[in-house]
């Protein structure tokens, strides 16, 4: 199974500040024939399920704030909260699809400071 | 708008068989060439993957559980269920039904049901 590890495991950010989390996978998600890297991100707010913000490590499920992005490539990604807003507040995970079974990270929990 | 609803049983006692099913509303099982699974969330923890169908039946599952899981599909209902037996406390999971994008039973999941919590206690 492909280990899927994420950083850190909760931060706290000021409203308006910038919010960066770490996924790290441990063989590469990118599959050279098609140049895609195979790797999701979701946010789950308390009491609710998971909601897809981006797949295909940067590509932005319809109606997410473009105030998140998802970067990276090979092993390495990062999703990125330009200036948090209250409504940020989650776990987020990642997930490679890359192969079976999807496996993903143990989440970090976005917090206000 | 596509829904995906999947109460359950609460409740289920250890070795015994956890059932669930979840009802697809909004679009036909048979009619898509999607995948949909179960995914499961212990309690404070992370996302599990159980496993997937697709509408002709075909089946997957993750190695650490197939030995006790077994998914279906009825496409006269518009639902599938899952059945995990033998469960233990390490079962006890909000178990959410879901929707893979065409590509494959392992891709992203695109939208998700509420999930259900069940809890397995004598």
């Known amino acids: 199974d492909i280990v899927v590890t994420q950083s850190p495991d909760s931060l706290a950010v000021s409203l308006g500040e910038r919010a960066t989390i770490n996924c790290k996978t441990s063989q590469s998600v990118l599959y050279s024939s098609n140049n895609k890297n195979y790797l999701a991100w979701y946010q789950q707010k308390p009491g609710q399920a998971p909601k897809l913000l981006f797949y295909w490590a940067s590509t932005r499920e319809s109606g997410v704030p473009d105030r998140f992005s998802g970067s990276g490539s090979g092993t390495d990604f990062t999703l990125t909260i330009s200036s948090l807003q209250a409504e940020d507040v989650a776990v987020y995970y990642c997930q490679q699809y890359y192969n079976t079974p999807p496996t993903f990270g143990g989440g970090t929990k976005v917090e206000i400071k | 708008q596509l829904q995906l609803q999947e109460p359950g049983p609460g409740l289920v006692k250890p070795s015994e068989t956890l059932s669930l099913t979840c009802t697809v509303s909004g679009d036909s099982i048979s009619s898509t060439r999607y995948y949909w699974g179960w995914i499961r969330q212990p309690p404070g923890k992370g996302l599990e993957w159980i496993g997937s169908?697709?509408?002709?039946?075909?089946?997957y599952y993750n190695p650490s559980l197939r030995s006790r899981v077994t998914i279906s599909v009825d496409t006269s209902k518009n639902q599938f269920s899952l059945k995990l037996s033998s469960v233990t406390a390490a079962d006890t999971a909000v178990y959410y039904c879901?929707?893979?994008?065409?590509?494959?039973?392992?891709?992203?999941?695109?939208?998700w049901g509420k999930g259900t919590t069940v809890t397995v206690s004598s």
């Open positions: 879901a929707r893979h994008t065409p590509g494959g039973y392992y891709y992203y999941i695109d939208v």
């Open positions: 169908i697709y509408n002709s039946g075909s089946t």
